[in-house]
């Protein structure tokens, strides 16, 4: 009965809902086994749509080539994506309509840890196979949310790949450690901030600063006067990121910065008074996405370039972004194709029981225990004005 | 004081209201109102408080709106004009109760009510007013709040000759001025007329105004109660009843 | 229009909840969730509808209620381990706190300071949410109360909703139907007629941010649930408008109009799934389309429709001897209302200066002069809408010169305004009924809860109101809006909500401006029966021979004095006073 | 040298929130209207000079100029669109919710526009450098020119004098024959033209971000309220005062408490001094 209603009411919002998954229908005319649907979560627009609008080049991507080759065991992949715009209560929503609307077999986002903290329980219940992609911690339990797989690494792979640089590449002790006054600024500074001590280190300055700050001066005088060695930055505001490396440019303090891939990006580049501000910071980044000292990426991400050719804009998003769109829906087909169907339990089976799979973004493996999927050891940090072509280099010392 | 003037009858009429419906939002105060003035006379409006005197001059100079009637000034049909294209006609509007703007000096004041005049002519023209009124001259730097009411009056009846009008519309002038003050203010008005600008005053001082008048309307509860081609045959019990609703105040000679 | 009975309103909320708890018999997840999204508003918007629509105080942020509700009710769940429904009813403890705090700017503030001042409170809250990590879990949040059976279900959640709706639908109509309600329009739209009936405006506005807050914060609980999970991002301000546009797109005070705007403005986005990234600018669009097209929102709409064409025979006569009956009994001889030696300045010019005036029960004391001789000014003073700078005033042996205006209603001092303060927008025995605020025996709460004793004051009162409208010959309409009669009915409205007050004294500021010759005999009747029957009547008015005609006495005013005081017969004999007149 | 630096933003973020309070000012003065458009002004003053001069490349003084077009124009759209059509209505209080509704729209359109990101404003002249820097000195120096514009506007021109008589008695400005509605639509365009200058000059500072509108709105009230309402020295007290609390409260309690102690000064202001400094006398009510 609820099927049928829904149906019924498609039909009435047939215009709406159709605009939204066009793109994706091209080649589904003539199949006649229904559609593997994907419902895809994500901040578009809105503020913080930039990894999203990323994401979702490599999922379109991915999509078009699957369907190109057949889809998915003749079935042809439909993605519904619905623009949360990072707001809780329409991402709360957006995943009820997908789950028991359009019944979709999958979910991919949300893209933003608030809404992917208020989603992951409501659609628990309905047993969809999930690709988190958020770096919550707390969002992989395997108790209650079965079904759920991050794809992403979580934050204390990221908090830890940056606090292992500044003390074994860095050899410093005294950081100090600035985030945003926002949801994800303040939970990740407590994180960062504990979880150095815990390795020995010594936090000698610690600061949350509104994204929305005119300035940072004050801030990185305070953190100079406390004796940092150098700073871990957490905040995925990009205005404030280059107001940081503006004031501790404008002091004429060169103390590392090292955190968020959001200092790493166009925008901040942008935003310097001076080019050589955005020397020594170092991004969370990744090994499959990052150039060698030869200036080279690893041989699978130049082989999946060579298949993206001009088919998506890598210059003005990052690679990794795109890397792990499409790697979602290649493990979506990878579960199908070995699970056997796209039931919940086959697929959860299947992904439980992969070890090593090789995807660009990184080498995945889940098991019964364990559903964080993405190794610690390919989390690298990145030089930050080092950025071509949606990659960077390696920062010193790998 | 009656001052020699052309037969009323042989002057051109300058303003013809016919019908005038106005009133403050549902409140309608005026309820089909006629009037007319013809140049260089002094008309006196009379009425009792309430009467809707002040509207009925708003209503003429534009600053509230009519809900029915027709307004001709000069030959021209003015019923929608705005207050501005009112006083650029010459039909001129000075307000009861001391309009003054308090943080500004006289002399700012002045040069306000100048606003419609060609730029070259505005200091001629103030320069008028404060020969009219030499006490504005001596205080035009004076905030006008500074000023006694009287001297507040004075300024307001100085931006109507500012104004340069062919009709100065006074509405009770005398409106807490002392006696010698009133007759100052009442003769500048006498000597406007003389040069030919037509006078419709609004008066309580139903003497003062019938001294300055050439024919006298009164004014009760929204229509005209009275109107009377000549001053100075008035009777006053006439003005008494037309005031009073009816009822003359026995026994009383003023 | 019959009196109110609990009957009525409960039966309609109830059925309209069983009706709207099918739905999830024929709906899916996401529209049982979207309903109860819909539900969970409601139970805020209902409060809020009393704070912007009935007291039209401009409380744009009360996205920060639902916030204070989600964090009472989610911390209390999940760190002191309260069963849910427990927590959800302490979310009422700190709505009223919240309530309170945003209520008291608004007894000072204007209408765009308080509009900033809320805006400011939905910011802070969510700051301090963010800021208070150890408590509120911070940025990461922390998880909503999850229900037990019944209400575990997306269903039986929906239907809790339903149950807390009905009960919030039915203290908002039982507050906004009675006393309050009729308070609270006045408040917006006459503040003076308020205080000079005797509301107690500060005390009234507390209570009912008190309430709208504990409503807002209730349905910060269930909006917890209903997310699962609460951050603070949770908490944008295009809900906060949202909410705001909701109660102005309904219509100002009405309920059907914001419980269908509600509904209306959770939908929307649902529908028009492609708009999402402008649906902000649709909400604003929305609000400026109402604002400047349709004030009065979709319940106006539906007013115009309902509204019975006015009576042919416009004004019935009036029925002085009603008018007991409006009084109901005999007012109270509380001896002789004085004026002492009494000054007033404004800015300087002094529109008192030292004047004295005794007003008798059963006596007619007219109060005339010229323009800007102090007679209203006079009026203001005896009312208490004016301090005097010198000077006493007296009611019997009390000196009630420092005494409020409310207190002063209270010892049965009314009065009318010269620009009729009414409430447009409420029906005219609706304002009559205003005027008896201090006859009613329910507190806020029992009107609330509608207990009997409510229902027995809307009775008493409304019998009172009707006496005091054939009174004035206003009985065919009582159940028209006030604002559709002409302005002299407006007058007898005023007279009439004065003499519900059971006044022993009435002042009245020129009642017979813009009356016809007819109406002012009416008047003239009117006050004649106030006479005999004991009240005290001042009348100051421009219409000298109406009040020589009906006065016993007569004071004469110029220039702040008292030129001349005495019998009607003395004061027209006296020659300074027809000077005063015609300038002699 | 930290308290040089807490002073020196403190001074020029206060500036630019003074600029927006003198644009409330000049609207408030011909239509008693407070707009919450006032804030858009200086957002869209820092987008439209980024769009002139860092996107499109033109030349500073262009670009300068057709900004503060641009504001002009926004403003004259406000008082078409949101004000005069409520000042009619008996319900005054209309103006609150139809400049609200037109802020939103603004802000929105923005967003959709230009981005949700911050971008940046480029630098005009590349005099000084750190405290020196001119997205400092440039603030405050427009906030001077500001005022004294104003000042010389109202005092010395007749439009200006006009301004101050018809916000003193508007009946009696129209009795005089002055145009009250046109000199209205002038003080919003003029008030779009301050906004927009003050969105210019502190562009750099601000950086050209859509959610500066909402943010200005409420920081460009504080210093109204506080120096009084219509007071222009009132709001560049006010704006000094703002600019220096946040960078303390920023200093001593951390970012995420600045808009909690900007919002209790703002309350407990208001609460002791409902009329601000330097605001007028309360109008009598019956």
Redesign the interface.
Known sequence: MVQEHGWRRRSVLGAAIGGATLPFLGTARAADKPPVKIGWLVALTGANSSPGIGFNRGIAFATQVLNEAGGIGGRQIEIVTRDTQGDPTKAVNAALEVVSQQRVEFLLGPTNSGESLATEPVTARYKVPSLLYSVVDSLVDIRRYPYYFRQLPSNTQWTEAAQNYVLKVLKAQKVGVIGDATGYGTATLQLAASEFKKAGGDVVYTALIDPNATDATAEMQKAKQAGAEALLVWSDSAGLNARIMNARGGIGWDAPMIGHPAMGTGIVKNLLKQPSYWGKVYIVGYRSTSFDAGGQLPARTQDFLKLVGDKVKLSDTTLWWVACGYDSVNLIKWAIDHGGSSEPAAVKRAWESLTSYPGIFGDYGYSATNHNGYPTAEVVMNAADSFKNGAYSLAPGY | MPISAPEPAKRETLLVARGIVAGY?????LEGVDIEVRAGEAVALLG???AGKSTLLSAL?G?IAKSAGSVHFAGADVTRA???Q???AGLV???E?H??????SVH?NL???A??APPGERAARIEEAYEAFPEMAERRHLRASALS?GQQQMLVVA?GIV?RPRLLMLD?P???LSPVLVDRVLAVAAAMRARGVSILLV???????LGLADRVYVLAR?RMALVSESAAGLA?AA??RA?????A????Q? | MKAPTALRPAATIIAGALLLATLPLFLNDYWVHIATLAGTYWVLVSGLDLVVGYAGMLAVGYGGMLAVGAYTASVLAAKAGLDPLLALACCTVTGVIAGIIVGIPGLRLTSFYFAMATLGFAIIVTQVALAWGSLTGGGIGLAAPAYADPFASTGGFYCLVLIIDALATWLVWNIASGNPGRALIAVRDADVAAEAVGVPIARLKLSVFALSGALGSVAGGLFATAQSYITPDAFTLDLSVLFFIAVLIGGRGRIVGPMIGTGLLTLLPEIAAPLVAWSAFVYACLLLVVVLLAPGGIAELLERLRRAPPPIDRMAGPEPEAMSAALVSAPRAAGQLALAEVSRAFGGVRALDGISLTLAPGTVHGLIGPNGSGKTTALNILSGFYAVHSGRIRLGEADITRTSVQARAALGIARTFQTPRILGEASVIENVMLGAWRHAAASFGEVALGLPRFYRDERALRAQAMAALATVGLAAWANARADRLQHSEQRFLEIARALAMRPGFVLLDEPAAGLSAAEIENLGAIIAEMRRLGLGVLLVEHHADFVFRISDQVTVLATGRVLAAGTPAEIRAHREVVHAYLGA | MIWASILVAGIATGAVYAMIGLAYNVMYSTSKVMSFTAGMLGMLGSVFGALFIGVLHWPVAAGFVATLAVGGIFGWITERLSVRPVLRNIDKHLYVLSTLALALMVQQLAAIEWGTEPRPFPTLFGIGHDLTSEQYWLPVIACIIAAAALEWFYRGTLAGRAFLAISEDARAALALGIPERRMRVLSYVLSGVVGAFAGFVGGELLLAFFANGMMLTFYGFIPVAIGGLGSNRGALVGGLVLGLIQQAANYWFGGDMVPVVAFAVFIAILLAMPRGLFGAAAQRRV
């Open positions: 939002g549902k409140l309608s105060v009792p408080n309430g100079s600053i705005t207050p501005q009112a006083v650029r509007h000075v307000l109760g309009h003054v703007f308090g943080p500004l700012d040069l306000l009510a606003f419609n009411g931006q104004r009770e005398s409106a807490g008066e309580q001082l139903v003497e003062k105004a929204g006053p003005i008494e005031y009073l609703g009816g009822e105040l026995a026994g009383v003023p």
